[in-house]
């Protein structure tokens, strides 16, 4: 008894440090957002006030977890929650339901940054009710706008206008926004970098401009105002297909130039293995494609006319872009490391670097360093030089020499020759990995031949020991699955037998009330004679003839 009132104080004591110090926590992402809780939402843990709780159930009293979802991916970089009696565990969770960031605890303020949350659940798994008092996550804000967008281009319509830009490359970019006149006309931010304004006055002038905006709804600069006349549309033909393309692969960057067209041409797209490069037509007649990784792209050239019509193709050219930096690669040996690359166009030395700093330069294809300590770690990389021009370094390869010490001779130790005596006990262990790892080929097929006996015979005594309950299991089932059967049939027919007795009793019995009441008709239909009537008949019959 003295033990029991113990362990109600003690959980008493627990529940009261659980509970001290709750905050009513406003401002987050969440504050005043119902959570769903047993299929039906509900506000006591965002509400702000700390007297007011979600019990989480136990688990076999009830609803156990509480979850709040998003429309859109959030960044999250703080989570507060704070639970009474035991602890939860708190999970962001992505578009698909997966599970991306969890954290356990009865108090938890925890700072975060985990983005594409689509769900946060809130849940225990104790044999306790819990009681989640306050909880809310906060949203990364970015204050930071974008930049104003380029390349906005406005060509008129008959009653619209056509805009086209460059694309800006901020990774939080959400969209943009066109507005006409200083008005808005896009709702929300539009992901694309081609707009139609339509529904215009013709012969009207118009004022046009853009911003961008990024996901933290932040929204640039608008770019200079644009005025532009709708007309109606006059057919023009398409122009002719641009000649005389050239190209010239560089250092991550093709020079593409072409003969100007005169006919109907109001600028030039191009197009990169297919893919258009850029989104608004140029009007020059040459173009410089950068960021190319190296390797070689078929490029063309489209002339476009004021309606926006392309003309066909020009002939495709193939560019080869070099982006100079060598493929490298490395190999340990024994005392030494080898740093081989593949051969760079144009190349006329390379230059090797050991852990950032300069040692060499080779006008091959690899290198072999020897100034190396065994077990030691070493980073190289290497840079291509074109035209006097070092460009710029390799990714860095680490390479660790080979830790080989050659086994003394017998009189080495006493002094009689060898090649020479371990230095410490790590020498000998690193010896032995080095062995290991160079002939573990070896090894693993004379262990092979050693132990496969032992293996097989120990593989065989386990896959009967697991097999055996298993076929016992198996054949009890198929025993009682059998038994079922057969009482099930015998069942069956036992009443399919009583059903016929009953059935051949149902018909005797009409058959005998037939026949009974066959007999009771006849009977009344014969004539009754004198002799057959019962004596007070007679004695009546006789009185009537007198």
């Not at 709040?68 to 704070?82: A, M, N, Q, T």
């Not at 370094?393 to 060898?418: A, C, E, Q, T």
Request: aromatic share 10%; charged share 25%.
């Amino acid at each position: 008894m003295k033990a029991f009132r113990i362990a109600v104080l003690s959980l008493i004591l627990l529940s009261l440090f659980f509970t001290k110090g709750a905050q009513a926590m406003e401002g987050g992402l969440l504050h005043g957002v119902p959570g769903i809780y047993g299929g039906s939402p509900n506000f006591a843990a965002t509400d702000g006030d700390t007297s007011t709780s979600v019990t989480l159930r136990c688990n076999t009293c009830g609803p156990q977890s509480i979850s709040w979802s998003f429309d859109e991916p959030k960044r999250i970089v703080r989570i507060y929650s704070h639970a009474s009696r035991n602890t939860v565990t708190v999970s962001l969770l992505n578009e698909k339901n997966e599970a991306i960031y969890s954290v356990s605890g009865a108090i938890i303020d925890q700072t975060v940054d985990v983005p594409g949350v689509s769900k946060i659940t809130v849940s225990q798994r104790s044999s306790w009710n819990v009681y989640l008092h306050e909880f809310d996550v906060w949203e990364y804000r970015d204050t930071e706008p974008p930049a104003t967008p380029k390349g906005l281009i406005v060509t008129p319509g008959d009653a619209r206008l056509n805009l086209y830009w460059s694309a800006n490359q901020e990774p939080d970019l959400h969209g943009y926004h066109v507005y006409l006149d200083g008005q808005r006309v896009t709702e929300k931010p539009i992901n694309a970098i081609t707009y139609v304004i339509s529904g215009l006055e013709n012969g009207r002038k118009y004022k046009v401009s853009l911003s961008a905006v990024d996901t933290s709804g932040n929204e640039s600069e608008r770019t200079a105002e644009i005025e532009v006349i709708p007309t109606k549309v006059v057919y023009i033909p398409p122009p002719a297909a641009p000649t005389g393309l050239q190209g010239i692969g560089e250092y991550k960057k093709a020079s593409l130039s072409w003969t100007e067209n005169t006919d109907h041409a109001i600028g030039y797209f191009v197009y990169r293995n297919g893919q258009r490069v850029n989104f608004a037509p140029i009007t020059e007649n040459h173009i410089t494609v950068e960021n190319l990784p190296g390797g070689t792209y078929n490029f063309y050239v489209t002339a476009v006319n004021q309606n926006g019509v392309e003309s066909a193709r020009s002939a495709i050219i193939q560019v080869t872009v070099y982006d100079y930096v060598p493929n490298v690669r490395g190999k340990n040996d024994l005392g030494k490391v080898v740093v081989y690359w593949d051969p760079v166009p144009g190349a006329t030395e390379y230059r090797i670097y050991k852990n950032g700093n300069f040692i060499a330069t080779t006008d091959g294809t690899s290198y072999t360093d020897t100034d190396v300590l065994k077990g030691e770690l070493y980073t190289y990389q290497v840079s291509a030089v074109v035209g006097g021009t070092e460009y710029e370094r390799s990714k860095p390869v680490s390479l660790r020499p080979g830790d080989y010490i050659s086994i003394p001779d017998p009189g080495s130790i006493g002094g009689g020759g060898g090649s020479r005596i371990f230095d410490s006990i790590q020498d000998v262990i690193r010896t032995g990995f080095s062995f290991v790892s160079k002939y573990s080929t070896w090894i693993m097929i004379v262990l092979a031949v050693i132990f496969s006996p032992v293996a097989a015979a120990f593989i065989i005594w386990l896959f009967r020991k697991v097999r055996q309950p298993k076929t016992t299991k198996e054949r009890e089932q198929r025993e009682r699955e059998e038994r079922e059967a057969r009482e099930r049939r015998e069942r069956e027919q036992r009443e399919r037998e009583e059903r016929e007795a009953r059935e051949r009793r149902e018909r005797e019995q009409r058959e005998r009330e037939e026949r009974e009441a066959r007999e009771r008709r006849e009977r009344d239909m014969r004539p009754v004679s004198y002799m057959t009537r019962t004596p007070r008949a007679q004695r009546r019959a006789r009185r009537g003839r007198s």
